[in-house]
């Protein structure tokens, strides 16, 4: 019997750029939990180079939460260059609003999904962020991630493929402070 888990009982704690060596081996294992099978397609074999990309930025952001001392899941990104926020080509008119943050990755172990970590992590990403919008990308073949991030309040507004090899993902948008 699995036993019983509380997200309310996790220690979330924030890490930044400076960080990224300490906690940069538990992201990728906590990510490779979370991708399951999945983990030996192709795309997803490049998680550590996005670590390393998204971490080197020097506002990189991250959340991981702990049961205990064991990392059960994580949350990060980084705020989008002003005057880069490629998102706006998917509306018209943009938002007015500019100041992006580029919320790059989410991942739960599997013990503790559908559990509240998830929204926890993401709240706590997002909490006090000094932008106004925050993006982010879901895979089109997940339809329930899209569908739990619209309870946060993000709104798909189109589709991308980033690179030739990657997935085609939603492109979602949320205004800060989430809802």
């Known amino acids: 019997m699995e036993p019983t888990v509380n997200a309310a009982s ?12 300490d906690i ?5 294992d906590l990510y490779d939990a979370a991708a399951g099978p999945d983990r030996d397609d192709e795309f997803k074999k490049k998680f550590p180079w996005f670590v390393d990309h998204w971490g080197g930025h020097p506002e990189f952001s991250c959340m991981i939460a702990f049961d205990g001392d064991k990392a059960v899941g994580f949350a990060y990104g980084a705020p989008g260059s002003p005057g880069h926020e ?7 008119p943009a938002p007015e609003k500019s100041r992006t943050f ?9 013990t503790w999904r559908k559990k509240g ?6 709240r706590a990403l997002m909490e006090g962020r000094e932008e106004d919008l925050a993006v982010l990308l879901v895979d089109v073949t997940h339809p329930r991630v899209q569908a739990l991030y619209e309870t946060w309040g993000f709104r798909k507004i189109g589709e991308r493929q980033p690179f030739p090899d990657s997935p085609v993902y939603a492109v979602m948008l949320a205004e800060l402070p989430l809802s």
């Open 102 to 110: 580029s919320y790059s990755e989410l991942a739960v172990s599997p």
């Open 86 to 92: 490629w998102w706006r080509d998917y509306l018209d």
């Open 117 to 122: 970590v998830a929204e926890r992590l993401t």
């Open 24 to 28: 940069r081996q538990t992201i990728i």
């Open 10 to 21: 996790l220690n979330i704690r924030h890490f930044g750029h400076d960080d990224l060596a």
